[in-house]
């Protein structure tokens, strides 16, 4: 039930849900001029901002805390886990479904680790009642680099999920020391939580931001700026949220 209503508040907080509540707020207050004019002026400015690739690559950026995982730390691994995110499904071309398009980034990066000094790999990504795990998929996908999952972990919805099944798996063969690869953006929560249930964290960002480049054009709107912007806020309140649910270390 918590994992619902989390996933519906979070929906709600930014966009498309934001905007949504904010026209259902100008529609409720339609003889209030003032307010519809409010409300109308606060989502626009909103939209426009959110749809600005400079403020999304500083919304992104300003959550990547960690920089790439040296060789000569990586050495000292144990494992390396790989944190799923989510499916493509309902394809014919690839038997129903495959991993996402950030899935598939992480495991590429994951991939290339585990072969540069040969270390046995962990994914994990769970499914809703009725749905391949996005851990067979993404076990799937490794082999494309030519990498076998040892260990397939395919009930986690969430990133505690994530830590907290990989930790029983792991235990077992005595691996506590581990390389876990996510976005740069996604990786302070991800460590921190899998520092939480008793994991040595090596941290391994991919997608690390550099110094940039910009033109005029990534002043202007644009759909891709916002997808990005609303990653950048789901992980502001995912952050929130797990500070609140499992403690300031989350």
């Known amino acids: 039930m918590e994992f619902y209503a989390v996933k519906v508040l979070a929906a709600l907080l930014k ?22 004019h409010g409300v109308g002026v606060v989502g626009a400015a909103l939209l426009l901002v959110l749809s600005c690739g400079r403020v999304a ?28 995110a ?4 309902g394809l014919a071309d690839y038997d129903g479904a495959t991993v996402s398009a950030l899935a598939l980034e992480r495991l590429r990066y994951g991939a290339r680790l585990a072969r540069e000094v040969n270390l046995p790999v962990l994914v994990t990504d769970g499914a809703l009642a009725g749905r391949r795990p996005g851990a067979e998929l993404m076990a799937e996908t490794l082999l494309d680099w030519g990498v076998r999952a040892r260990w397939v972990e395919g009930r986690a919805l969430t990133t505690y999920d994530n830590a907290r099944y990989a ?3 792991l235990a077992a063969d005595g691996i506590d020391r581990i390389a876990l690869v996510s976005h740069a953006w996604h990786l302070p929560r991800a460590a921190a939580v899998f520092r939480r249930v008793g994991f040595t ?4 960002p991919t997608l690390v931001p550099a110094e940039r480049r910009f033109d005029a054009l990534d002043w202007l709107p644009d759909a891709t700026a916002l997808a990005r912007s609303t990653l950048a806020l789901h992980e502001y309140l995912g952050g929130a949220w797990y500070r609140l649910r499992y403690g300031g270390g989350a």
Do not use: K, N
């Open 201 to 204: 964290v090596l941290p391994a």
């Open 57 to 84: 690559d500083a919304l992104l950026d300003s959550l990547s805390r960690y920089p790439p995982l040296d060789a000569q730390a990586l050495r000292t691994a144990q494992a390396v886990v790989i944190l799923g």
């Open 86 to 89: 989510g499916a493509q499904r």
């Open 167 to 169: 930790r029983q798996l």
């Open 15 to 36: 966009p498309p849900g934001l905007f949504a509540l904010l026209l259902l707020a100008a529609a409720v207050a339609a003889r209030r001029p003032r307010v519809v």
